[in-house]
T-cell receptor
Framework: EAGVVQSPRYKIIEKKQPVAFWCNPI?????LYWYLQNLGQGPELLIR????????DSQLPKDRFSAERLKGVDSTLKIQPAELGDSAVYLC????????????FGPGTRLTVL | GENVEQHPSTLSVQEGDSAVIKCTYS??????FPWYKQELGKRPQLIID?????GEKKDQRIAVTLNKTAKHFSLHITETQPEDSAVYFC?????????????FGSGTRLSIRP
């Protein structure tokens, strides 16, 4: 079974540029999460989808961050414009159903903003 | 909202000895407590979890204990081996969450000395 797939794995951009990350969850997993992980810290939830609906985006900085999961499968997270403080690893995870089911993480995208 | 505190932030133990990592949570209604292991440059992976109706769970060399009264849970690794070296994250699912949102602790970097 293929795991959660993310691309790109690494991205280096200059500040004020846009950037997008893509995630394909495990087949059949209806819940998808985007996390931000700073160095030496635990993952922090940015947004959670149940199918195509964003059910928790309270931690998403909506002035510059956006996300979509149009068909309830793969998802894109965008930052426009990027700032120096956005440098971090962006993790995608998925789970089957809700209620505390195991979250499976992707390898992450390491973003460096110069 | 839920807050999860984890300590110590770093832990070094002799190979073969035991390691204990402790976490506290703030929401007394929290009901699901997973532990994730993240090796350097890799994705977090679930190693064990416990639900609020259970006080202890064991899987080979790994065990987790939960004290709901004290709002405290711990990870115990016995007979540590070099491959146990990683960052470990505890997490808790708040009771107000009807689905699978979890809050992570800040992590413990475990090093096993040969």
């Amino acid at each position: 079974e293929a795991g959660v797939v993310q691309s790109p794995r690494y991205k280096i951009i200059e500040k004020k540029q846009p950037v997008a990350f893509w995630c394909n969850p495990i087949s059949g997993h209806n819940t998808l999460y985007w996390y931000l992980q700073n160095l030496g810290q635990g993952p922090e939830l940015l947004i959670r989808y149940e199918n195509e609906e964003a059910v928790d985006d309270s931690q998403l900085p909506k002035d510059r961050f956006s996300a979509e999961r149009l068909k309830g499968v793969d998802s894109t997270l965008k930052i426009q414009p990027a700032e120096l403080g956005d440098s971090a690893v962006y993790l995608c995870a998925s789970s089957q159903g809700s209620g505390g089911n195991e979250q499976f993480f992707g390898p992450g995208t390491r973003l460096t903003v110069l | 909202g839920e807050n999860v505190e984890q300590h110590p932030s770093t832990l070094s133990v002799q190979e073969g000895d035991s390691a204990v990592i402790k976490c506290t949570y703030s929401d007394s209604a929290s009901n699901y407590f997973p532990w994730y292991k993240q090796e350097l440059g890799k994705r977090p992976q679930l190693i064990i979890d416990i639900r609020s109706n259970v006080g202890e769970k064991k899987d080979q060399r790994i065990a987790v204990t939960l004290n709901k009264t004290a709002k405290h849970f711990s990870l115990h690794i016995t007979e540590t081996q070099p491959e146990d070296s990683a960052v470990y994250f505890c997490a808790a699912r708040p009771g107000y969450s009807s689905a699978s949102k979890i809050i992570f602790g800040s992590g413990t970097r475990l090093s096993i000395r040969p």
